[in-house]
């Protein structure tokens, strides 16, 4: 019995000091790595919103600029009344040289329902862009400004957007000359 109670004598193990101790640092480290993990996520979730603002300004440029382009003429009538954030033209797809009611198209900023989207279509039927700021258009006739009046002499549009996601803001600008102007 004598050599048993050496044994557990002589066994080692940790204090309570030890555990305190040990238990801290692994905190601190496991704290640390914590920080650059999530420094990390939001570093990648800003990537992604800036990715998400740039394609979604991208895609509605590229339709507007290339809708335009093709367009026979900006619509400006009591039925169809362009405005600075909103442009109504038409394409001669019947080959007539008039402009029929099933030929005119509309890009159009905000409704009741998405105050921060932009549309494609008559009926705002279509969402072209989204968490969409703020939208202008610039008409220009021969290099001028067409500030009052008709707009359907206009043979370039400055369209600027401005997108704004999760407190990022990107401000986009392009123009298009009408093709038969």
Known sequence: MGSRSVFIRNEKGFSLTELLIYSLL????????????????????????????????????????????????????????STTISIYFWDDKNGNGTNDSDETKRFNYGSVAQPQRLYYGLTNNAALADYVNNFVLTYYQNGTTVTTGSYE?????????????????????????????
């Open 26 to 81: 692994l905190m601190l480290v496991l704290s640390a790595v914590y920080g650059i993990l999530m420094s990390a996520v939001r570093s990648w979730q800003t990537g992604e919103n800036i990715v998400e603002i740039q394609q979604n300004a991208r895609m509605a440029m590229d339709r507007m600029v290339s809708e335009l382009r093709v367009c026979d003429g900006i619509v400006d009538t009591t039925t169809y009344n």
């Open 153 to 181: 002499g206009a043979n370039r549009v400055k369209i600027e957007m401005e997108i704004e996601k999760d407190g990022i803001k990107k401000s986009f600008t392009s123009s298009a000359q009408l093709r038969n102007k």
